[in-house]
């Protein structure tokens, strides 16, 4: 019998303490007390008072106007897929190395690109900030090696694997419409 009184005491404390509001008498809020900044510094409403502060992702590049991002797979998984023997991981690496290295080449020395960037990414997520309809933010796991293609106010375009530099020529002057 005391032990089912205790019990119904207890489970009486729980259920009033739940249905009281918390008070807060520094008045901080999440924000305030959060000290994570982003490089987008974009600040998210919720209906319920939330309020969001860019993407907490550690793995995240940071994407904004016109760019190429050659994606690469990171050290971790570079690793992984060299212990298993047949993986193929060194030869695509090369191969993909070689083929952007043209491409970039073509691309920089081509006055046409001047107002176009490019990046090499190992990171997992990308977060493409002024995208159409973005910012939206990729999350590449299964994707070792590929290409994503964006631009203000564009839908952003990706592919995945491996081509001779000449196909990602082809890709980024079709994307962004520039002439030879």
Do not use: W
């Not at 259920?15 to 924000?31: E, G």
């Not at 060299?82 to 083929?99: P, R, V």
């Amino acid at each position: 019998m005391i032990k089912k009184t205790f019990f119904l005491s207890v489970i009486s404390l729980i259920a009033i303490s739940c249905n009281q509001p918390a008070t807060n008498s520094s008045n901080d809020s999440l924000v305030n007390m959060d000290s994570v900044k982003t490089k987008t510094d974009s600040i998210i409403s919720k209906k319920d008072s939330t309020v969001l502060i860019g993407t907490h992702l550690t793995d995240t590049a940071f994407i904004s106007g016109s760019e190429i991002i050659f994606l690469r797979p990171d050290s971790l998984r570079f690793e992984s897929y060299s212990k298993k023997l047949n993986s193929g991981i060194s030869e695509a690496d090369s191969d993909f190395g070689f083929a952007f290295s043209m491409a970039l080449d073509t691309i920089l020395q081509n006055k046409n690109f001047k107002s176009v960037k490019a990046t090499i990414s190992t990171k997992r997520y990308i977060r493409i900030l002024d995208c159409k309809g973005g910012p939206i933010t990729i999350d590449r796991d299964t994707v070792n090696f590929g290409i994503v293609l964006s631009a203000k106010g564009k839908k952003i375009e990706a592919e995945q694997n491996v081509y001779p530099g000449e196909h990602y020529i082809h890709v980024v002057r079709k994307y962004f419409d520039l002439k030879k």
